[in-house]
């Protein structure tokens, strides 16, 4: 039965290699160009400059060029990325949807189950397979991402829990492709037709993908608070630098809110050493920055739960789609 399955699917493995070395060819040049020039330009110690509570005038001027040419060099390399959001449904869609739905489409299947392969035997290597295959998969496309994103996302002073860089690396897209690879299976078991199994299989990926993203991700972890002074620059010693700012904002010294998605500082002339700071006077004595956010230290623990979340209900509907095979006519 392995030999079978292996000799029905040797044409997908083969051009999910061609793929992988296509991909390795495209990403370890330009990543080691990427950190080759965040090494020259010394951008691991611009940031440490400019995430300072109050950074020297002269050197964020260097270091805010610094970044500058490395961002006018380099920013299109995230359009590059973009693509690799994709992956795990692509591989729903070829490689999960038609496991069961072409076999049963075609009769073949009904030949299997006639040579002492029972249905159960015969699902299981089958889904097996495919899953081994998708996990190598995602790890090597999950991980090497995170290595190529390293110095886009640190001369960006973007944080990793950005929707498009969170999504693309570390152990998440592993969650997403078994996520993916099993409602494809499970769609044509239930829907035992190319078109209807694949339709099924993008409308619940991309569905599912977005409720969690906006709604439950901000929540995996209760979020933290930070208040900042308005005096001086918007941070704090070492910087705040990664963490995912979920709200933002001016409270008065009283706590409430006046104004929302903005934050003030004073500085130079305008400070308190050059007269009244402008937003003190608008806002009140004793007003303060507010921020609403997960810490940048938490990504890694973000990913782990977002892919166990994606892994139990590949899980669940690998055992949905096992007891629906009894059903397959």
Request: charged share 15%; net charge positive; hydrophobic share 50%.
């Amino acid at each position: 039965m392995i030999w079978l399955t292996w000799r029905q699917h040797r044409r997908q493995a083969l051009f999910t290699l061609v793929g992988l070395v296509a991909l390795a060819a495209l990403m370890i040049p330009t990543g080691l160009m990427m950190r080759a020039s965040y090494a020259d330009k010394g951008l691991a110690e611009c940031l440490r400059v400019l995430n300072a509570a109050q950074p020297d005038p002269e050197r964020a001027r260097l270091c805010n060029r610094a970044l500058n040419q490395f961002a006018d060099r380099f920013d299109s390399m995230s359009l590059i990325g973009v693509l690799f959001l994709v992956l795990p449904l692509i591989v729903g869609l070829f490689w999960g949807a038609p496991l069961v739905a072409r076999e049963v489409e075609q009769g073949t299947h009904r030949f299997a189950w006639t040579q002492g392969v029972g249905r159960r035997q015969w699902a299981l290597v089958k889904f097996g397979f495919v899953a081994v295959v998708a996990v190598i998969v995602a790890v090597v496309y999950g991980l090497g991402m995170s290595w190529w994103a390293t110095p886009l996302t640190g001369a960006a002073q973007q944080s990793r829990f950005d929707v498009i860089f969170f999504d693309m690396q570390g152990i998440a897209p592993i969650g997403y492709t078994l996520f993916a690879i099993a409602l494809g299976v499970c769609a044509g078991v239930h829907w035992p037709r190319m078109m209807p199994a694949m339709a099924v299989t993008l409308g619940g990926f991309v569905g599912l993908r977005i409720l969690l993203t906006v709604v439950a991700r901000p929540h995996y972890l209760p979020p933290e608070t930070r208040t900042i002074p308005i005096q001086g620059t918007i941070g704090e010693p070492g910087g705040a630098l990664g963490d995912w700012i979920l709200e933002k904002g001016i409270r008065n010294a009283g706590g409430r809110m006046v104004l929302s998605d903005a934050q003030a500082a004073c500085s130079g002339a305008a400070g308190p050493a050059g007269g009244k700071c402008p937003p003190i006077v608008e806002f009140g004595e004793g007003a303060y920055n507010w921020q609403l956010y997960q810490p940048a230290d938490r990504f890694w623990l973000f990913q782990g739960i977002e892919s166990g979340i994606f892994v139990a209900l590949a899980a669940v509907l690998l055992y949905l789609a096992l007891r629906g095979i009894r059903r397959v006519a």
